[in-house]
């Protein structure tokens, strides 16, 4: 048995986005009572109202929990923004460029933009950002920002130059953190509760239930709905019941199963495609699995759009590769095909003197997980209808990831949430089968080399071609076959109006623009 972090793997088949909440028992009763409590909103004027975990930090660089990260986006805004397509949007930052051989990032900050006290924004709150990532904990919200950064300068007032270890063509994408200011966190605890930021919100004060805020001059305007709210919440569950009884006015949502909860009732909805990809993975050091020809045959058995419609009701963009079809690099139409076709899987199979009845095999799902559950047992069917022998085995997610870990298993289901950028070394690098995600054991030198020379490519154009060569690649290897990526929401009170489809890393955008139905 390998050595992997479990943390690392319970993260990943949860698919959320960010690090494990922390539990609270004091904030428990508090929130839960709030639920059943209508009247805490009855008689006061109507405010924006979100939940998150209680949090150890203000500071948006220390954290580690997502929903607190979600929430200070109230507060603090990025660098710069990544739109639904997975392009990198300007924001605080106006621009970027690259230099041709891949090793410096020159990042400038649009003119006149101010913190929440008037002072400017500069460049030397860049590197008082990075100074903070840079010594913030392994499992912080943003750590992976300073992944091959070797140093950083302010050059003048509002440029900074990001120095990087070795090529890096996804660098744009780690400048999508929230900036803090030099001038107040250097002066004081930067891990303090008092926080001060450049959004559409300031803090005006808190207790162990809440956290009450104002609207602010941000950088991107002032607000048209004047006070909002952040309530203290132990879980996800309660999330969603303080949403459904009108104590919290917005729940942005990207976890499995939402879409069954809220597919009805008077709320807004705005949708948006994630970086969560679903998947069933091979065990490719079992001999069985090493043989190319069954998994593709495989491939040519699972009926992606019917798990797509049926089981995830649509709210899932079917993709076979680990690469968004959604976002502005997808080079989907370049990849091998495998539309739903039992008898070219039988036809594939026979081919290549292979009989369906000489495979058995298991697929383990976390049984908590009902989706992934219910696509298992549809996925085997499918094979079993080809005379294969295939069972599905179901586990609590612990003993599933156990399994996983100690590659006891043939198949699983599972899930991973990519970073935005398309780098997939992680995930599918042979050197990642021991350190990194890459659970499914590929390794292959051919995926290694296309892999590190798309991290090489520079310029638009380069990394497009870089990354077909990957997908197509994959496509055609399939050390995994990929079911899609789900779809998340952003909900809101049926009388909020003005919301659009968040930035896939800023659910809070455009916020300044919402306002109450009257």
Known sequence: MRFRNFIALLLIFLCGCGSVPQEDAAADDTAKLAVI????????????????????????????????????????????????EQSVIPNIGESYTLSPDGMQLTVRIKEGLKWHDGEPIGADDIVYSLDTIERASESSVYKGCAANVSDYEAVDRLTAVIYYNSPYSMAAYNLCFPLIPEHYFGNEDDDSLNPLGDGAYSLVDYDTKEYRLTRAQGINGTPKIENAKIIISPDRETDYDAFEHGITSVLDTNDSGWFGR????????????????????????????????????????VNRE?????????????????????????????????????????????????????????????????????????????????????????????????????????????????????????????????????????????????????????????????????????????????????????????????????????????????????
Not at 55 to 77: F, R, W
Not at 276 to 284: A, H
Not at 426 to 435: A, G, H
């Open 37 to 84: 409590d209508k009247k805490q909103r009855e008689g006061t004027q109507r405010e924006l109202v979100v939940s998150m975990r209680k949090p150890l930090t203000l500071n948006p660089l220390l954290n580690e929990d997502s929903t607190v990260d979600a929430a200070l986006k109230l507060i603090y805004e990025p660098l710069f923004n990544i739109s639904e």
């Open 262 to 301: 809220f597919s009805g009732g008077d709320f807004g909805k705005a949708p948006y495609s994630t970086n969560c990809f679903e998947y069933l993975g091979f065990n490719n050091q079992k001999e069985m699995f090493k043989n190319q020809t069954l998994r593709q045959a495989i491939a040519y058995a």
């Open 306 to 518: 019917e798990i797509a419609e049926d089981i995830y009701m649509n709210n899932m963009d079917v993709s076979l590769t680990p690469v968004n079809p959604t976002a502005y690099m997808s080079n989907e139409e370049s990849t091998a095909s495998y539309d739903y076709d039992p008898d070219e899987a039988l036809r594939t199979l026979w081919s290549a003197g292979l009989s369906p009845y000489n495979f058995a095999f298991s697929i383990l799902v976390n049984e908590e997980n009902a989706e992934r559950t219910e696509t298992a047992e549809i996925i085997a069917e499918d094979l079993n209808r080809l005379g294969m022998k295939v069972t599905v085995i179901k586990k609590p997610f612990e003993e599933y990831s156990e399994l996983i870990n100690a590659d006891d298993f043939d198949v699983f289901i599972g899930g991973t949430d990519f970073r935005c950028g398309f780098d997939l070394r992680e995930f599918l690098l042979s050197s990642s089968v021991y350190s990194g995600t890459n659970y499914v054991n590929f390794s292959d030198k051919t995926m290694d080399t296309l892999l590190d020379a798309e991290i090489g490519a520079i310029g638009q154009e380069a990394q497009k071609a870089a990354l077909k060569d990957v997908e197509r690649y994959i496509s055609l290897q399939l050390p995994i076959i990929g079911i899609g990526f789900r779809n998340g929401a952003l909900l809101t009170a049926s009388d909020i109006s003005g919301v659009t489809i968040p930035y896939v890393n800023n659910c809070f955008a455009g916020v300044e623009r919402w306002s109450f139905e009257e």
